[in-house]
Structures are given as structure tokens and as C-alpha cells.
């Protein structure tokens, strides 16, 4: 993995590591360069999962800012792929089909379940292939068939404040993830609850690394 230039103080030291779960006494040193930032791009694959507004692009933009994971709007992909050309005498171009996305979710569950019918690689592996998130998946036919490309699901919750999407057009639920994020608290909190995801994908790859070591 090795060490990577602190992100967060920029060399100038840092006192407040809670975020990711590591004791306040272990602090960067202000040297620029701290064993506690880790740049994650191309470590393993996530797919996010969660209803709709819950935070699944609020986790997938920390993810790429913070851990350099790659990361592009899986709704925006899908607009360009699987929606517009079926909307298309109904809107400009797919810009416009995915700044109307909320207001339509049947339809783009539809429309994406169709997409990964046709011959070819499916939208979760085109999306991968130059990313390492995909977010937003919701159709249990889509999961199934691709849930072995990815390395963890993680499911963003926000049931305590936000109520869910209707069964029309989320067909996954918290169960189908072996990572839950709580986002019930205050938006300051998410970083942190990301923080300890990314302390368990950091602890296995320690494990892994021992593993490999002592065989």
C-alpha cells in the first residue's frame, strides 16, 4: 500500500483521526506524509446499494475524494446507455432524461433491466470496467447475475429520517450487503461512517497480507 501524502492536514499535522477509527494519539506528523490516508483506486470493486435520496452518491463522492477510488455516476452511465434511447422523443438528450430521473424510477428500473437482457456485457461490468463503484443497482434479477464481480456490497441506510422508494422500483434491500453505512445523523457524520468502512476494507487487506506472508 505504502504511505501516501496526507489529504487531509496537507503536511501541516492533523489531531482528529475519528473518522476512520484510529486512536487520537496516532496523529500525522505535519511531514506530509501519513500512514493513515490510503489511496484505495483499483483495490476491489463495491457495488453501493440503498433507496432512493438515502446517500449512495454522497458515499461514492467520499469514496473518490477521500480514498481515490474510482467513481462515476452510475445514473448518469445508465441514462446514456440504457434510458434516453428509449425516451428520446420525449426529451432533448440524456441530460435532460437524468436531471427528470426521480420523478420516473419505475421506469428507469425497467428500462435497466431490459438494458442488461440484450446480448453483451451487462451495465455493471461496462461500468467497472474503468471504475471501481457502481452505485444504485436495484433490480434482484441484475444482482444475481452480477453479484460475483464485485468484492463487498454496502448498503447506505437513512431509514430512521427518510422514508423508502416504492417496491416498483427497488427490489434489494439491506440484507442483500455485507456492509451496512448509517446515514441517520447529521451530513457531518457520513465522512465518518465511511471511515469505518474503509478501516475494514484496509483491516482484510492487513489479513490478506499476513495470509500471503506465513501461507
Not at 28 to 56: A, T
Not at 62 to 67: C, H, P, V
Not at 68 to 78: H, Q
Not at 107 to 114: E, N, S
Request: charged share 25%.
Amino acid at each position: 500500500m505504502g504511505n501516501s501524502k496526507c489529504s487531509r492536514c496537507k503536511g501541516f499535522g492533523v489531531l482528529d483521526w475519528a473518522h476512520l477509527g484510529i486512536d487520537e494519539g496516532k496523529v500525522c506528523d505535519g511531514s506530509g506524509v501519513s500512514p493513515y490516508v490510503f489511496d484505495l483506486g483499483g483495490s476491489m470493486r463495491l457495488l453501493i446499494i440503498g433507496h432512493g435520496e438515502h446517500g449512495k452518491d454522497s458515499v461514492g463522492d467520499i469514496l473518490r475524494d477521500q480514498y481515490g477510488m474510482r467513481s462515476v455516476s452510475s445514473s448518469e452511465f445508465a441514462a446514456q446507455k440504457a434510458v434516453f434511447p428509449l425516451v428520446a422523443d420525449l426529451y432533448p438528450d440524456w441530460r435532460a432524461a437524468y436531471a427528470d430521473r426521480h420523478a420516473h424510477r419505475e421506469l428507469w428500473f425497467h428500462a435497466i433491466r431490459a438494458y442488461n437482457l440484450r446480448p453483451g456485457k451487462m451495465l455493471a461490468e461496462q461500468i467497472l470496467e474503468a471504475n471501481d463503484i457502481y452505485t444504485g443497482m436495484r433490480s434482484r434479477a441484475e444482482f444475481e447475475k452480477s453479484r460475483h464481480v464485485f468484492d463487498l456490497v454496502v448498503w447506505v441506510d437513512a431509514s430512521r429520517r427518510l422514508p423508502p422508494e416504492p417496491g416498483g422500483s427497488m427490489e434489494l434491500s439491506a440484507l442483500d450487503a455485507g456492509w451496512v453505512i448509517n446515514n441517520n445523523g447529521a451530513q457531518e457524520d457520513l465522512p465518518g461512517e465511511v471511515g469505518k468502512l474503509v478501516a475494514r476494507i484496509t483491516d482484510d487487506w492487513v489479513l490478506t497480507d499476513a495470509c500471503a506472508r506465513h501461507g
